[in-house]
């Protein structure tokens, strides 16, 4: 039994559904509150719904009753509901998943993080590294994989990169390169971690083959729709001065995100 952690999420989902694919038996973690219909999708996977959250123990213990192997994809960055934030789910949340699937005998743990640049730390980014100190002290096989920027995301309407209207977000100059990745590719490493005792006990930064940098996305966006891009370009300035000015974490660690994406993000060989 796989349990998976952010089931309802974009790319918990996409693990539910190569899980169900597979025939591999999974649990779905879900909260008392979570959308009805994506519930009910992961019910017509075939998937065992376990009713918790990460701030809860209790049904941790519950939730990983008889499980031999946990997928974690869980942030509050983009879901934050009452009580949530970096610190109760992407740092003490997660560590608590940690330990409860220690103590209830749980084989391998693989997490899903991302991309870190050690010049440029921020509260999500300490949160995840703490995570992984305590999977590497947690006895049980583990692998963070360590996503590079989503395409899906940080090339769409909702941050910026309007490609409907012709019109692009771009942090930085949009000179540096990014390893870019689709969600669907980070599911599938993730299941494949699964069954490869290759991945076993390191951390990997996962990103796409082809780096390009921001201006090179809206150069092939422009020639495969023969349409001109207005462009505004966000100074790296403005985004130092953003996260220094950061009144709460979630501020700080999204002005962080922005900035590594700014100087680039190339997957090492």
């Known amino acids: 039994m796989v349990l998976i952690v952010g089931s309802t999420g974009l790319v918990g989902t996409e693990i539910c559904r190569l899980l169900a694919e597979q025939k591999t038996p999974f649990r ?10 994506k519930v009910n999708h992961l019910k017509s996977l075939g998937a065992d719904i376990a009713v918790g959250d990460l701030k809860d123990p209790a049904s941790l213990a519950a939730a990983c009753a008889g499980v031999e192997q946990v997928i974690s994809t869980t942030t509050s960055i983009l879901s934050m509901r009452e009580g949530d934030s970096i610190e109760t789910v992407d740092r003490q949340g997660q560590l608590n998943l940690v330990e409860t699937a220690k103590q209830t005998g749980v084989k391998r743990f693989v997490f899903i993080s991302f991309v870190q640049n050690q010049h440029n730390t921020f509260p999500l980014s300490d949160a995840k590294q703490a ?52 969600y669907k590719d980070m599911a599938q490493l993730a299941v494949t971690a699964l069954h490869n005792a290759y991945t076993d006990n390191r951390t990997y930064a996962i990103g796409g083959p082809t780096p390009l940098s921001p201006k090179e996305v ?20 403005a985004l130092h001065q953003q996260k220094e000015a950061a009144t709460n974490p979630f501020e700080a660690s999204f002005a962080g995100l922005m900035l590594q994406y700014a100087n680039g993000a190339v997957r090492a060989k």
């Open 28 to 37: 779905a973690l879900v909260r008392h509150d979570s959308n009805p219909e």
């Open 131 to 182: 995570v992984e100190n305590a999977l590497a002290e947690s006895g049980m096989n583990w692998s963070s994989l360590q996503a590079n920027y989503f395409m899906e995301m940080w090339l769409s309407p909702a941050l910026g990169f309007n490609y409907p209207q012709n019109q692009a977000r771009i942090y930085g100059e949009g000179t540096n390169p990014i390893s870019w990745i689709s």
């Open 218 to 237: 809206v150069a092939i966006f422009e020639n495969t729709f023969g349409t001109v891009f207005t462009v505004e370009n966000v100074p790296e300035s």
